[in-house]
């Protein structure tokens, strides 16, 4: 499957941005979905993830209550609904695919999209 993430920007403290992650190439429905991010001088960390057919949905503490996860079949395409977004929000965010269980490490996706930037101004 083939992933690309887009729908990044510059938004102000306190606004909204909807990413999204366009899968192609393979059956949208065969594979759990996460979001990742990675920040300038750290490693990547989760955000969010979500099962094959969108029943269960994992966040990460930092972004509960604020990110939203979803996935449209339909469409084949993944979504994050980031609100109340801080300029810790700000980062590199990538879509992943993976074949086995829900999880929350990198090692639990099997293929990954190109990254799309996000920038959470002060």
């Known amino acids: 499957v ?3 993430a887009f ?3 510059l938004v102000q403290a306190g606004g909204s ?3 999204s ?3 192609s190439g393979d059956t949208f429905s065969r594979y759990v979905m996460g979001w990742f991010r990675q920040a300038p001088g750290k490693e990547r960390e989760f ?3 979500i099962s094959r057919s969108g029943g269960r949905t994992y966040y990460a503490d ?3 209550g604020r990110f939203t996860i979803s996935r449209d079949k339909a ?3 993944m979504y994050l609904q980031m609100n109340s977004s801080t300029p810790e929000d700000t980062a590199v965010y990538y879509c992943a695919a993976g ?3 829900l999880g929350v490490e990198d090692a639990d996706y099997d293929y990954w999209g190109q990254g799309t930037q996000v920038t959470v101004s002060s």
């Open 99 to 101: 074949t086995g269980f």
């Open 21 to 23: 992650c366009a899968a």
């Open 2 to 4: 083939q992933l690309q």
């Open 7 to 9: 729908g990044g920007g």
């Open 17 to 19: 941005l909807r990413l």
């Open 62 to 64: 930092s972004v509960k």
């Open 75 to 77: 469409k084949n395409t």
């Open 47 to 49: 955000v969010a993830a």
